[in-house]
């Protein structure tokens, strides 16, 4: 509906409620989105210090990570020393605060399944600093139910594990966990159903991607 437009009293109204929620969050602080005409390392943390100072926030976004604008280094250096400054600042000897970044994966890791940190390619030792980190990929057309490559995947119930298979009609994304120091480690992928037009996520199980495929 947001893409092709014409909307009805019913979705006019929802819009113009959704809007007024957002501007109350924001004035608020509860919520608050920061567009940056340019972006370096050193903006961004000066970002977190006076939202965190002023307002006591302890979660963070950055959409997306990548080289400052200013750096005359090669950009995964760059990235590197920007990675250790940001940790610096979140850890908890400092502001503790929690800091959630999204990255591009590298070109190549479009050939891949199953993927790991390796797929961020020469910007993949950002990760040494990170608590966690999650790649992500759509489910391939071959992947579905009665496919060549269909993947086995899986519910817990209790203690009961449940098998399903993967509806064509829906679309789906794969969250790969090639780091985490609070359990597991690219044991399983967590299976994702997603509705585009609300943009809402639903785990709804697991599946493994064997790494030869």
């Known amino acids: 509906k947001l893409r092709d437009g014409g909307f009805d009293e019913e979705t006019l109204k929802t819009l113009h409620r959704a809007a007024d929620w957002l501007e109350e969050q924001d004035k608020n602080h ?22 965190k100072n002023l307002f006591n926030i302890d979660y963070f976004i950055l959409d997306t990570f990548k080289e400052s604008s200013d750096s005359n280094e090669e950009g995964y250096r760059e990235m590197l020393k920007s990675s250790v400054k940001l940790y610096d600042l979140i850890k908890p000897a400092c502001l503790n605060v929690c800091l959630i970044m999204s990255m591009q994966t590298s070109k190549s890791s479009l050939r891949n399944r199953h ?4 797929d961020i390619g020469q910007s993949k030792s950002v990760v040494d ?16 139910k009665e496919e060549k490559k269909e993947l086995k995947c899986f519910r817990i119930e209790g203690k009961t ?25 690219d044991i399983y992928s967590i299976v994702s159903e997603v509705d585009l ?14 790494e030869d495929w």
């Not at 509860?30 to 939202?51: S, W």
């Not at 993927?115 to 390796?118: F, S, Y």
């Not at 600093?129 to 579905?144: A, H, W």
């Not at 037009?197 to 064997?210: A, Q, R």
């Open 197 to 210: 037009s609300t943009n809402k996520f639903k785990d709804i199980g697991y599946t493994v991607v064997p």
């Open 129 to 144: 600093v990170f608590s966690v980190s999650l790649l992500c990929r759509r489910v391939e057309p071959d992947e579905y």
């Open 115 to 118: 993927l790991t940190n390796m």
């Open 161 to 185: 594990k449940i098998p399903f298979t993967l509806d064509k009609d829906k679309y789906y994304l794969l969250f790969f966990i090639a780091k985490n120091r609070f359990g597991n480690t």
């Open 30 to 51: 509860n919520l608050i989105v920061i567009p940056l005409e340019h972006y370096t390392t050193d903006i961004v943390i000066k970002l977190i210090k006076k939202y």
